[in-house]
């Protein structure tokens, strides 16, 4: 896979994480006491920082 197929699926994947978390905060706010929805935030809040520095490092190198 070359350098501008990792970007597009790296920048994808960071999409559906946003498009999760997003869904997950919308829930937290009818159950604000769901471990179950605290926990799997914690989680896409993780997977998105790895995502977006994912994309910074591929982009960089992509523009060289």
């Known amino acids: 896979m070359n350098l501008r197929s990792s970007l597009s699926v790296a920048r994808e994947r960071l ?6 978390l997003a ?8 159950s604000p006491s ?8 914690r989680s896409l809040l993780s997977a998105r920082y790895h995502a977006e520095m994912r994309v910074r490092r591929f982009g ?4 060289r």
């Open 34 to 41: 769901s471990e179950r929805l605290k926990s799997l935030r």
């Open 23 to 30: 869904d997950v905060e919308s829930d937290l706010q009818i």
């Open 15 to 20: 999409a559906e994480i946003r498009l999760a």
């Open 60 to 63: 960089r190198k992509v523009k």
